[in-house]
């Protein structure tokens, strides 16, 4: 491993600047710190050309003088990282670990100065840096008011963004956008950016802990200032002592494919602090869910209420037949009657309907090798919540329920809770109190060996590394869109995901529809805009340790062969490797699966999808190991397969392949393909 540090002297006219430059392992990238002007700044080049211009560094407070002007370099060090982390689950098994670190000190005497220390890491596919603030006089008790990092991206005028609204009402739920850069205004991260030179950048955010989540706002052109979501009184974040911020990270590749495959925001976080994690299972899953969004159900008691005690029995019948490991259920408790968006004060987390018996369910449950999946919905009423949280889980963990959905349905802004003095105060999302507010139900989880799988959550950023249990969670729109949605996810939507919103981490997407017509056919109804090779290939292009098969039983034994590919489909993998694609336009990965359970550890797995452009892809083989032998049972687009009239014509064919050879993809309009290559 090579370490490039230079420590420079340069002048100008108003002062001596002093300058800190740590590169990345394989040279390309290069950070630049700089006190020029007396203002802490950054800059970023790779392969030689500069990617974010000099962008400034700092903070404002509420009751003390600003971290930014005035504030000069006094010390720098570094050192350098070579190692390798093993995940208990995940897209791989092995974590590479190679970056340089320069950690730089900035001063500026009292009585309005103070200390602190800018840490980077560089990496082979881009950086992170945090801010580091010690125990010192005039910051025990802080209130930022506003961080004043930047990302200034050069050649701005030319670069294409994709991007979501922040601090809308839908929280993550939007559409995505592909625009002009200029065009993002106020942008969630991860944010994705190519410029003009064809390099892929992706802003986030890793290790998001007790602090306000970060969004982005695009001040000059092409010039984002970090923006806090602040609390109901306006602060952004409020600390006291020593503190530590969360990663900034900039992802930055050749080609877009280099987005998906890096490991930075996992690599930026802690390591497990649970201990032994064996408890944590991948899976797959099956659930009383889409028959409520599609108007078969109801949450609510009555005629139609779905969570009852004989048809969870059914759904685990079915999921011990067809080898799922547990049911989820939405609607067992009470308070759903009504309109339940506004029920929040009223749910209780362990009383069920009187149709719903949770103790013989236990007990069928443990006759049938299958379990509850257990739900806890909210609807933004946090510290209803927080009081049943503790009897909860201990009812859940009393009937062997180890995974748990929640939610938290609310309006972005509009998540209650009631403050000391008993007064409602309204927060955001992905404010610090959310950030902290869901942590610690994953915390407290983890005390009854429960995995949570969060709903309307805080974005990932890669807490799952050092919380095992957070196993997955929601926060895009999701499968549910294409039942009522307005509209519903259009054909690019799973080709922009895996390039935005996927690259913080594992997302409960819930695919497998296999029904697309219970509103019709068509371009201008609620209904998956994919065909159904799509719906399979989503099992490999969007990542979760669980997956749910989201249908109804019976659409799936209408069409058995189909359905196999959904019963071999492993959710825990070896290896994880993006092949080919462009953002919001198509997508291709391999993934080999991992040894667990009844999987080989031999097998490796192919998904394919496409936007509304029908496309044929060559893609090579070289993935699977040299000298051996596989059968790929491929599951296509049929020749006259088209989404909006014609989703269901799928072929299903074999072929012996080697990593010799390439196969020809061709994806209808909105189309996949998905293969399992069995080793022989």
């Known amino acids: 491993m090579r370490l490039s540090l230079l420590l420079l002297m340069t002048f100008s006219s108003a002062c001596i600047a002093e300058t800190a430059t740590v590169r990345s392992p394989d040279g390309h990238i290069e950070v630049t710190i700089s006190d020029h002007q007396q203002t802490p700044s950054y800059a970023i080049s790779f392969a030689g050309k500069q990617i974010i211009a000099n962008s400034k560094l700092g903070f404002e407070f509420k009751h003390r003088a600003p971290i930014g002007k005035g504030y000069k370099i006094i010390s720098h060090k570094t050192s350098a990282v070579d190692s390798s982390w093993q995940q208990p689950w995940g897209e791989r098994q092995t974590v590479i670990d190679q970056h340089n670190e320069l950690a730089v000190t900035f001063n500026k005497p009292a009585p309005h100065g103070g200390t602190f220390t800018l840490r980077f890491r560089a990496f082979n596919d881009g950086i992170g840096f945090r801010y580091e603030l010690p125990e010192q006089a005039g910051f025990k008790n802080v209130a930022i008011t506003k961080e004043l990092t930047e990302f200034a991206i050069a050649d701005s005028a030319n670069s294409t963004a994709w991007w979501i609204p922040a601090r809308g009402w839908n929280r993550y739920e939007y559409v995505y956008n592909s625009t002009p850069l200029h065009q993002a205004a106020l942008v969630h991260t991860p944010f994705t950016v190519k410029n003009s030179n064809g390099i892929h950048i992706s802003i986030h955010e890793a290790a998001l802990v007790d602090y306000a989540g970060m969004v982005l706002n695009q001040r000059r052109d092409g010039t984002f200032q970090a923006d806090l979501t602040p609390w109901s009184d306006g602060i952004a974040v409020k600390k006291h002592g020593a503190f530590n ?15 998906i495959n890096s490991d930075i925001i996992l690599n930026l976080n802690e390591p497990n602090k649970l201990g032994d994690v064996t408890w944590v299972k991948p899976g797959k899953y099956v659930g009383i869910w889409w028959g409520m969004h599609i108007n078969e159900n109801t949450w609510g008691s009555g005629e139609k209420h779905g969570a009852t005690t004989e048809n969870t029995k059914y759904y685990m019948d079915f999921a011990a037949k ?68 503790a009897d909860a889980f201990a009812l859940y963990e009393k009937s062997n329920v180890s995974q748990v959905k929640t939610g938290y349905v609310a309006d972005g802004g509009n998540i209650k809770r009631i403050d000391k003095q008993g007064i409602a105060r309204h927060e955001w999302h992905d404010g610090q109190f959310m950030v902290n507010e869901y942590l610690d139900n994953v915390k407290l989880a983890a005390k009854h060996k429960i995995s949570i799988n969060t709903h309307e959550p805080v974005k990932d950023t890669g807490l799952r590394r050092t919380y095992p249990n957070w196993i997955t969670r929601e926060g895009a729109r999701g499968q549910e869109f294409n039942a009522w949605g307005t509209p519903p996810n259009p054909p690019e939507h799973i080709a922009m995901l895996a390039f935005t919103r996927m690259l913080a981490g594992p997302m409960d997407f819930t695919p497998g529809i296999f029904d697309m017509g219970f509103n019709g056919l068509g371009a201008d109804t609620n209904r998956p805009q994919t065909t159904l090779a799509k719906q399979l290939a989503l099992y490999v292009v969007l990542y979760s340790p669980i997956q749910m098969a989201a249908d109804l039983p019976r659409n799936y034994l209408a069409k058995p062969d189909a359905f196999q590919f959904i019963q071999d489909v492993p959710t825990d993998w070896q290896q994880s490797i993006a092949l080919a694609g462009e953002v919001g336009d198509y997508v291709v990965f391999a993934r080999k699966e991992r040894k667990r359970d009844h999987y080989s550890g031999n097998d490796w797995y192919l998904g394919a999808v496409t936007d509304e452009q029908a496309r044929t892809l060559e893609v090579k083989l070289d993935f699977l190991e040299k000298g051996k032998k596989f059968v790929a049972q491929i599951y296509r687009d049929g020749d006259k397969a088209e989404w909006q009239h014609n989703p269901y014509d799928l072929t ?22 998905a293969i399992r290559f069995k080793a022989l």
């Not at 969360?246 to 877009?256: H, L, N, S």
């Not at 309907?353 to 609807?379: M, N, P, W």
């Open 245 to 259: 911020t969360p990663w900034r990270t900039i992802q930055i590749g050749d080609e877009a494919v280099d987005l």
């Open 322 to 389: 067809y080898g799922f490991d547990g049911v989820l259920v939405e609607g067992w408790n009470t308070g759903w009657d009504g309109d339940w968006f506004y029920n929040g004060d009223v749910f209780s987390f362990t009383q069920p309907y009187a149709d719903f018996d949770i103790a013989e369910l236990t007990r069928y449950g443990k006759q049938k090798g299958v379990q509850l999946i257990g739900h806890h919905e909210t609807s933004g009423n946090v510290s209803n919540y927080r009081k049943q949280m």
């Open 652 to 673: 299903i064919e074999e072929r012996i392949v080697t990593a010799n050879d390439t196969l020809t993809l061709k994806l209808a309009t909105s189309g996949g393909t």
